[in-house]
């Protein structure tokens, strides 16, 4: 304790732990210490990767001592602090990211430079932390960037996977995955707090007792137990000394490990539970909008809650404040149904261990969670079955029942002899076996209810909590519609485009208020500007020319249309339509004469993106994307006119060099099946034109923008039900131009039809779930207007300025502040620079 020393003590720790200062030659004395300490290697003859490793460590020492700065004043202050549970961050690269939000990019730079290395090289040698599958994961990093800008006190809660999301690679046009094991080499963007230690357990039984008042105790005896340990990742916030905190938790077998075993002389069985113990934080599962109900899964879930509740309350606790005060000091925000349990873990810590009473233990555990819903598709929703759970969570399965009999009684006294409503409404669904419904957990033990769009949180009140809005009223029900970083989606990744921003605004402040982007809207009419702006688009279509070419060895004209799709491939995003819609294209320019083809606007279209590996239509839409580029590419009747090209492994980097080089991207979910998108806004931010169909928030986009600046096409969400229903039982023919294409695919033109059997299968009439028939026409139309508008490229131009200027609304420092005023009710903490580590 600093209070117990000396005063000659204290005065020396002072002297001495001033912070390293920012200017050149300090810099380069940092980078030059750890190539020959840490790294311990020679300060000439380096590679590149070890430039960065020691320009890592730089960098790192000074978000350590940030990060201890505003850790030690919020311990001080103890404001509210908000919670993002999430079992996905999908936070990419980090080194630029963090030079650039604490203003160091320039003097490092040039102390890179000095030292006889090239800045862009050295970012190029990080691995991108890839700890998510897609939109999910990524907006859950884009939230930690304006948590910390915006200066809340904010923590994110989530797992270190040892695998992130797998590698793909393309081998005879099919995914086949690889490991991504990203801690090969040291991780200098993670703290390991190898003190911080929490058992967590598993499996077992309940004992029941009574206590001295007769009331029954409940006391789970654990059967097995594992240690989880905590690694911290700094989040600086953009110019602000505030800089908040991802805890991640890896699994490792408990110091003691069983022991029992061990004096049974059963050393292999010992050591066979301690690999086991690691084993849950091994591997992030590579689902996105699905669910896939592994024991495994369930087991990571209950380990990341438990072991972040405990750290929460263990925290509280060191308040010396009365439980009913935690709902004012903690709210904890659940991101998706992943980390329902929570909800579970908090009543049974306050029921079980504090002895609280249910009631009370519920009214906090109530004011304390709110829950983000990401989807309304059926396949994705979470449920557990319940003898699976009970093996693993016996006293919590207790308390899941007893949740759902208070909670169905009241629904009961409200809505009475209704059992049609209590069997929809049960937290517990009656199949064979029983299931556990998290979402509808998540909505009984929150206190508000969010979709990530208007349309989605709209629809959400109307189909899987309708009967939760009839019991509850609306307001538990709110929308929070998504957003994105503008550090990293415009500034880190499109540096040009965000210069010209600064210089025409003449100030830097829209990176922090981006509604400010709405005064390049006065150069719209600026011929000068325009050429400008669009020489920044060409030069970011020339990079992404140059990925194409080492990726996918296939040369495009950056002078062409980049039409890009990358996203993960699932049915519901609809990339088998954009490939037909290619391939309608490919057969209209092969029946062309010479003439009609000097007017065809050439475009090379673009697909990058995961599938699932258990999620077999899906892979094939990349095999038929790969033959129809194979066919396409090397047809000399088509030449330049049109490009086919699948950018393998699609992750965050790679985003940051397509986005900025697009001309029109496609969003084109059936309407009511994409919750959001978030995609979509990084594109029109940069300049990007896009297709979308009335789905999440391009409907939202279209409002801010207008409808010249955007290519609208496709039924509505209230139309679905009906068309489909159409198509079931009025037998609607498909579309005479999709039948075209089909049938060039079922005569060989790409590779053997048979492959593609199972795919087209998928389009028969009464069984096109996902409306590509009936959208069909008017997706062709579309494409079609979009050539027409690009023909003439100033006018293109201006559309372009104006979707950059009209985006203010989709920075997710908006969406932040919706959370913390209208459900977390937190207040900003400014840090204030102290000069000492
Ligand atoms: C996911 O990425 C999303 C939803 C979900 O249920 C599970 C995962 Cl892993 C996506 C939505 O599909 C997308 O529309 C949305 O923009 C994104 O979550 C963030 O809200």
């Not at 030292?115 to 970012?123: A, K, T």
């Not at 006119?641 to 084109?668: C, G, M, R, T």
């Not at 919706?818 to 009710?825: H, L, P």
Request: proline share 4%.
């Amino acid at each position: 304790e600093k209070a117990k020393w000396p005063k000659e003590t204290v005065e020396l720790w002072t002297r001495l732990s001033k912070k390293e200062a920012n200017d050149v030659e300090t810099i380069q004395r940092s980078i030059i210490h750890h190539v020959t300490t840490t790294l311990a290697r020679a300060a000439y003859n380096l590679d590149n990767f070890s430039a960065y490793q020691a320009v890592a460590l730089s960098t790192r020492d000074r978000l350590i001592s940030r990060w201890n700065e505003t850790q030690g004043q919020l311990s001080k202050k103890d404001p509210k602090r908000v919670y993002y549970l999430s079992l996905e961050f999908l936070l990419g690269r980090s080194m630029d990211n963090a030079l650039l939000n604490m203003g160091l990019k320039d003097t490092y730079g040039k102390s890179i430079e000095q030292l006889g290395f090239n800045m862009e090289d050295i970012i190029e040698s990080e691995v991108d932390a890839a700890l998510g599958n897609g939109g999910l994961g990524r907006l859950a990093a884009c939230y930690m960037d304006s948590l910390a800008t915006l200066e809340y006190p904010a923590w994110g809660y989530g797992l270190r996977y040892n695998y992130g999301i797998f590698q793909q690679r393309i081998v005879d046009g099919y995914q086949t995955e690889f490991p991504d094991y990203w801690l090969n080499f040291d991780n200098p963007w993670e703290l390991p707090r190898l003190d911080i230690s929490i058992q967590i357990s598993f499996g077992g039984h309940v004992q029941t007792s009574q206590d001295e008042y007769g009331v029954t105790r409940h006391n789970w005896i654990a059967g097995q137990s594992v240690q989880a340990i905590a690694y911290d990742v700094p989040i600086p916030g953009y110019h602000t000394e505030n800089c908040n905190n991802i805890r991640l938790w890896r699994s490792k077998p408990t110091k003691t490990f069983d022991l029992t075993s061990f004096n049974e002389g059963n050393y292999e069985r010992a050591v066979e539970d301690a690999t086991n113990a690691e084993r849950i934080t091994s591997v992030l599962y590579p689902n996105d909008n699905t669910m896939a109900g592994k024991e495994l899964r369930l087991k990571q879930q209950y380990f990341w809650t438990a072991a972040s509740l405990h750290d929460i309350v263990r925290r509280f606790k060191k308040s010396m404040r009365e439980w009913s005060d935690l709902p004012d000091q903690v709210a904890i925000q659940l991101n998706d149904t992943h980390p329902t349990l929570a909800i579970v873990e908090l009543q049974r810590i306050l029921v079980d261990v504090e002895m609280l009473s249910w009631d009370d233990a519920w009214d906090i555990v109530t004011r304390t969670f709110a829950f983000t819903n990401h989807t309304v598709l059926p396949e994705a929703m979470e449920k557990w079955s319940v003898p699976m759970f009970e093996y693993l969570l016996p006293r919590h399965l207790q308390i899941i029942f007893d949740i759902n009999l208070y909670f169905l009684q009241k629904v009961e006294l409200k809505f009475p002899n209704d059992r049609g409503l209590l069997n929809r409404m049960s937290i517990i669904e009656e199949a064979q076996p029983q299931q556990i419904r998290m979402a509808h957990l998540a909505v009984v033990g929150s206190h508000k209810i969010n979709g990530v769009a208007a349309l989605h949180s709209d629809l959400i009140k109307t189909t899987i909590f309708k009967d939760f809005v009839m019991y509850y009223g609306e307001e538990k029900f709110v929308n929070k519609t998504n957003g994105i970083t503008p550090r990293r989606w415009l500034h880190q990744a499109n540096p040009q485009l965000s210069t010209l921003i600064t210089e025409t605004l003449n100030s830097d402040k829209w990176l922090k208020d981006l509604s400010l982007l709405r005064g390049l809207e006065k150069k719209v009419p600026d011929a000068e500007f325009r050429k400008k702006w669009r020489a920044i688009k060409r030069a970011n279509k020339v990079r992404l020319a140059e990925l194409i070419k080492e990726r996918c060895h296939v040369e495009v004209s950056p002078d062409a249309l980049f039409d890009v799709q990358v996203k993960r491939i699932h049915e519901y995003k609809r990339q088998f339509m954009n490939i037909l819609a290619v391939i309608h294209r490919y057969r209209t320019i092969k029946s062309m004469t010479p003439a009609q083809k000097a007017s065809v606007q050439p475009r090379v279209v673009i697909f990058g993106g995961k599938a699932a590996p258990g999620y077999y239509i899906a892979k094939l839409v990349i095999k038929l994307i790969n033959s129809v580029a194979a066919v396409v590419n090397q047809d000399p009747a088509v030449g330049d006119l049109l490009k086919v090209v699948f950018i393998p492994d699609y992750n965050v980097s790679v985003a940051e060099v397509i986005v900025p080089a697009s001309d029109i991207s496609q969003h084109i979910s059936t309407a009511g099946t994409e919750a959001s998108g978030t995609s979509n806004m990084k594109f029109v931010l940069n300049g990007g034109l896009i297709i979308g169909t009335l789905d999440g928030a391009n409907i939202e986009i279209l409002e801010e923008i207008g409808e010249d600046n955007i290519f609208i096409f496709g039924c509505a969400a209230q139309e679905v039900e009906d068309l489909r229903h159409a198509q079931r039982y009025r037998g609607v023919p498909m579309d005479p131009a999709l039948q075209g294409v089909i049938s060039a695919i079922e005569k060989g033109v790409f590779e053997d039809p048979k492959i593609f059997q199972p795919l087209i299968s998928t389009l028969t009439v009464g069984k096109d779930f996902y409306l590509i028939s009936a959208d069909f026409a008017s997706y062709i139309t579309a494409n079609q207007q979009v050539d027409i508008a690009y023909k003439n490229q100033d006018e293109w131009s201006k559309k372009s300025i104006r979707c950059t200027a009209n985006m203010g609304k989709f920075s997710s420092d908006r969406s932040v502040k919706e959370y913390a005023d209208e459900i977390w009710n937190i207040k900003p903490y400014t840090v204030i620079d102290e000069g000492f580590l």
